[in-house]
């Protein structure tokens, strides 16, 4: 398991963007698949997007492909999720989640992590 942070989150209009980002604080990133997951208020838990151990494949989910970004460095210190075009669906709190499986080429279950953030929020405002 690794502890993971969650910043980048606040206020933003409709058609906005806003981008977050994952760290691993007194660790690191490298070795691990990571995803985003988010959450809002009377709904279940969503999957976001996920990015493979090596960076090289990502995957989406419906709502959010073409508009959100999911992007890590290489040296394994941080994740991001880039999103544009936000609308009033997408206010949530956006988790990070991490598992050291690194042949994983796509994990969309909130449970087969081992490893999650705290959550920052997004907020969406007409």
């Known amino acids: 398991q690794v502890q993971l942070a969650e910043s980048g989150g606040g206020v933003v209009q409709v058609g906005g963007s806003l981008t977050l980002s994952c760290t691993a604080p007194?660790?690191?990133?490298?070795?691990?698949?990571v995803a985003w997951f988010r959450q809002s208020p009377g709904k279940e838990r969503e999957f976001v997007a996920f990015?493979?151990?090596?960076?090289?494949?990502?995957s989406y989910s419906t709502s959010v492909k073409g508009r959100f970004i999911i992007s890590r460095d290489k040296a394994g210190t941080m994740m991001w999720l880039q999103m544009n075009d936000l609308n009033v669906d997408d206010a949530a709190v956006y988790h990070c989640?991490?598992?050291?499986?690194?042949?994983?080429?796509?994990?969309?279950?909130?449970?087969?992590?081992?490893?999650w953030g705290q959550g920052t929020q997004v907020t969406v405002s007409v």
């Open positions: 989640a991490a598992d050291s499986d690194v042949t994983a080429t796509s994990m969309r279950v909130w449970e087969e992590y081992d490893s």
């Open positions: 007194g660790s690191t990133l490298h070795g691990y698949a």
């Open positions: 990015i493979s151990y090596s960076g090289e494949i990502t």
